[in-house]
């Protein structure tokens, strides 16, 4: 599946605390958000500590969007590294259809990348109505 580019904008600007546990103790980490809705467009929204949000490109159908993060390995919290290198942690992300955001709008559940189960979380977004984005069962490795 090709990778749509991520650019991220700041929406709301404020001031960072730096975080240094954050930075002591942290592990890179990928979340994945896949566009499975044919014929649709999938907006996101980061929301940071301090009342910033921020938007990476819409994703269209068949495509998707892969943010790094840093999470710090004792707390399980999740941190997006700004450009001057100090983290804001990541409070939610939301998803939802393009055209109809505020009504389709999913709070994506992040619990697996912030409790350490991997360092990469696939979101998959779709839904015959509306949007649900979820992330498909973890593969149990004695099933054949």
């Known amino acids: 599946m090709p990778v749509a580019p991520v650019m991220v904008t700041v929406v ?9 546990a954050a930075r002591a103790a942290s592990e890179p980490v990928r979340l994945e958000i896949a566009n499975a809705k044919p014929g649709s467009l999938v907006r996101c929204q980061l929301v940071l500590a ?8 819409i994703i269209g159908p ?5 943010i790094a993060l840093q999470r710090d390995v004792q707390a399980g919290t999740l941190f997006y590294p700004r450009e ?4 804001m942690a990541l409070e939610n992300v ?13 709070d994506l559940d992040l619990r697996r990348l912030r409790g350490g189960e991997g360092n990469r979380l696939l979101i998959v ?8 984005c979820v992330a498909p069962p973890l ?6």
């Open 50 to 57: 301090h009342f910033v949000t921020l938007a990476p490109d």
């Open 12 to 20: 709301a600007a404020a001031l960072a605390l730096p975080v240094p």
């Open 94 to 106: 939301f998803c939802g259809l393009d055209d109809d955001w505020a009504a389709t709008r999913n």
């Open 125 to 132: 977004c779709d839904g015959e109505q509306g949007l649900a």
């Open 62 to 66: 068949d495509r998707h969007a892969s």
């Open 139 to 144: 593969q149990d490795d004695h099933d054949d």
């Open 84 to 87: 001057d290198g100090r983290p």
